[in-house]
Nanobody
Framework: QVQLVESGGGLVQAGGSLKLSCRASGTIRADDVMGWYRQAPGVQRELVASIRTRSIIVYADSVKGRFTISIENAKNMVYLQMNSLKPDDTAVYYC??????????????WGQGTQVTVSS
């Protein structure tokens, strides 16, 4: 079992920066994918960034060049550095762990979410 707790959200002006943190408790496996999703009101939850084994990193097109995902394995932490924030980045941001299960659907673990609001 994995439990995730996010922190670092808040209100920021457009062009500003925020850094989200996520602490994972429980066992994180080497092949787990850790990531950040976001959900704005009335919009489907979307992947923002994911990282696996430090070298396989995926970013949504809308955040490329502005956001950076990183992990600190020793502390079971995953971070999302968000720069040049735009009002369109306003959403609840969720930390996620995706675990592949042999012969079954992947299992997802979610944090409670942290609100990011970018004012224009």
């Amino acid at each position: 079992q994995v439990q995730l707790v996010e922190s670092g959200g808040g209100l920021v002006q457009a062009g500003g920066s925020l850094k989200l943190s996520c602490r994972a408790s429980g066992t994180i496996r080497a092949d787990d994918v850790m990531g950040w999703y976001r959900q704005a009101p009335g919009v489907q939850r979307e992947l923002v960034a994911s990282i696996r084994t430090r070298s396989i990193i995926v970013y949504a097109d809308s955040v490329k060049g502005r956001f950076t995902i990183s992990i600190e394995n020793a502390k079971n932490m995953v971070y999302l550095q968000m720069n040049s924030l735009k009002p369109d980045d306003t959403a609840v941001y969720y930390c996620n762990v995706r675990r592949e299960i042999p012969f079954d659907m992947p299992r997802h673990y979610w944090g409670q979410g942290t609100q990011v609001t970018v004012s224009s």
